[in-house]
């Protein structure tokens, strides 16, 4: 069963344009975590946010966190081939991560 | 150096066959895991382990085993192999929230 549901599963877009990716959950978590994994490698951490209504920003990357603490978004403006990658998110419960099953995003030039 | 490494990097075997996947790292830290990677249905941890003495199940642990020789080294082991055990496995280990994971390891089982 999964806790955590990506939507997306797959999105293509042109350099430039905007994208939204969104995990959504049933459950409640302590925190939420998004990675990004590139082919060939594991995911790396990007962000973790922990209060409800959070909202962290990391360039051009915005994460949010829904105030009731299942939802969460990642926004990526003027997207550049560099963000392509597999974008997963992963609550935090006693201690192990629950992983969505990932956006798959490309960016062409 | 990378700080979470696996071995080997692809493996392909036979049903039936024993298998060992070996993590090491060198950060220092006391938590590690293991989880496999299918497409569609993203990590699924498959055991984990705070320290040593420590050794827990996670969500999909029948068909494996895993063995902690020391706080650096966390190994997997697929008794019997079977075809559905084909999956991309990770290694990770934590400090805090944050998990670092290792390269992978691509197992095919025939």
């Known amino acids: 069963t999964q806790l955590l549901e990506q939507s997306p599963q797959f999105l293509s877009i042109q350099e430039g344009e905007n994208l939204t990716v969104y995990c959504n959950s049933s459950?409640?978590?302590?925190?939420l975590q998004w990675y990004r994994q590139e082919p060939g490698e594991g995911p790396v951490l990007l962000v973790t946010?922990?209060?409800?209504?959070e909202v962290k920003k990391l360039k051009r990357l915005t994460f949010q966190f829904g105030d009731a603490r299942k939802d969460s978004s990642l926004h990526i403006t003027a997207a550049q081939p560099g963000d392509t990658g597999l974008y997963l998110c992963?609550?935090?419960?006693?201690?192990?991560?629950?992983f969505g099953a990932g956006t798959q995003v490309v960016v062409t030039p | 150096d990378a700080d979470v490494t696996q071995t080997p990097r692809n493996r392909i075997t036979k049903t039936g066959k024993r298998i060992m996947l070996e993590c090491s790292q060198t950060?220092?830290?006391?938590?590690m895991y293991w989880y496999r990677q299918d497409p569609g249905l993203g990590l699924r941890l498959i055991y984990y382990?705070?320290?040593?003495?420590?050794?827990n199940k996670g969500e999909i642990s029948d068909g494996y085993s895993v063995s902690r020789q020391a706080q650096a080294k966390f190994s997997l082991s697929l008794e019997s192999a079977i075809p559905n055990q084909t999956a991309l496995y990770f290694c990770?280990?934590?400090?805090?929230?944050?998990?670092?994971f290792g390269p992978g390891t691509r197992l095919t089982v025939l």
């Open positions: 990770a280990t934590s400090e805090g929230n944050e998990q670092f």
């Open positions: 459950s409640v978590f302590s925190s």
């Open positions: 946010v922990v209060t409800g209504g």
């Open positions: 992963a609550g935090l419960s006693w201690g192990k991560l629950q």
């Open positions: 950060k220092g830290h006391d938590r």
């Open positions: 382990s705070f320290d040593v003495k420590d050794i």
